[in-house]
């Protein structure tokens, strides 16, 4: 019940196309959502996250979609570039849990952008 | 501002030998300390996380220890290392962050990582 399923595994799309990114939960009590963007030989870095009472929020060029009914989110990435090539995370955590932020994390997407 | 500090960033250990990876954190005081691990291809694993000096908790069993001597200090340790434990750690440091009135969740922030071989 704790697991957050990702995908694609990875994701080859051309410079100026959409890439998204799915990921779903079956936690009902996750309240927060965040998507992590990691480059090669790097620790990983927030991107953008959301909080169950809003449906979409976008920065830039990047855009979360939640539907809390269906426990899914996605990471919609428009006009990608091969600089977003990198691997994603998606991760979701509880709410009450304390002083920690133990983030449960999906599996990962590699984003490759060909020119 | 903060930063995180992660070394050794490479390493390549025999079967049997102790390890030692070291983080500290600057300009922030209290933080939540966390080690994860992520292995080739797959997604990344909390191994321990700290509240507070000398408090650790451990998420899965396994052959490694975590210490946290000093507020903004994590280490992880083994005393012998397995074939099994290679992969790329990952110290992460989050604080608390209200939200709603509720004590919630902070964002996390991952250190360089350091990249474990063991041969």
């Known amino acids: 019940q704790q697991q957050v399923k990702q995908s694609p595994q990875s994701l080859i799309v051309q410079k100026g196309g959409i890439s998204i990114i799915n990921c779903a939960y079956e936690?009902?009590?996750?309240?927060?959502f965040p998507w992590y963007q990691q480059f090669p030989g790097k620790g990983p870095a927030l991107l953008i996250a959301?909080?169950?009472?809003?449906s979409e929020k976008k920065e830039g060029r990047f855009t979360i979609s939640f539907n809390k009914s269906a426990k899914q989110f996605s990471l919609h990435i428009m006009d990608s570039q091969p600089g977003d090539s990198a691997t994603y995370f998606c991760a979701a955590i509880p709410q009450n849990t304390g002083t920690a932020s133990k983030l449960t994390f999906g599996t990962g997407t590699r984003l490759q952008v060909t020119l | 501002s903060q930063t995180i500090h992660q070394w050794p960033a490479t390493l390549v250990q025999p079967v049997g030998s102790p390890l030692s990876l070291e983080c500290t954190v600057e300009?922030?005081?209290?933080?939540?300390l966390y080690w994860y691990r992520q292995a080739a291809g797959r997604g990344l694993q909390l191994l321990f996380y700290?509240?507070?000096?000398?408090?650790i908790s451990s998420e899965v069993p396994q052959n490694l220890s975590a210490s946290r001597p000093q507020d903004r200090q994590f280490i992880l340790s083994s005393k012998k290392l397995l074939l099994s434990d290679s992969g790329f750690y990952l110290c992460?440091?989050?604080?608390?962050?209200?939200?709603?009135?509720?004590?919630?969740?902070?964002?996390?922030?991952f250190g360089e990582g350091s990249r474990l071989t063991v041969l």
């Open positions: 992460a440091w989050s604080v608390l962050v209200s939200y709603g009135g509720q004590a919630n969740t902070g964002e996390l922030f």
């Open positions: 700290s509240v507070g000096i000398g408090q």
């Open positions: 936690n009902t009590a996750f309240d927060y």
């Open positions: 959301i909080r169950p009472d809003v």
């Open positions: 300009g922030t005081s209290n933080p939540n």
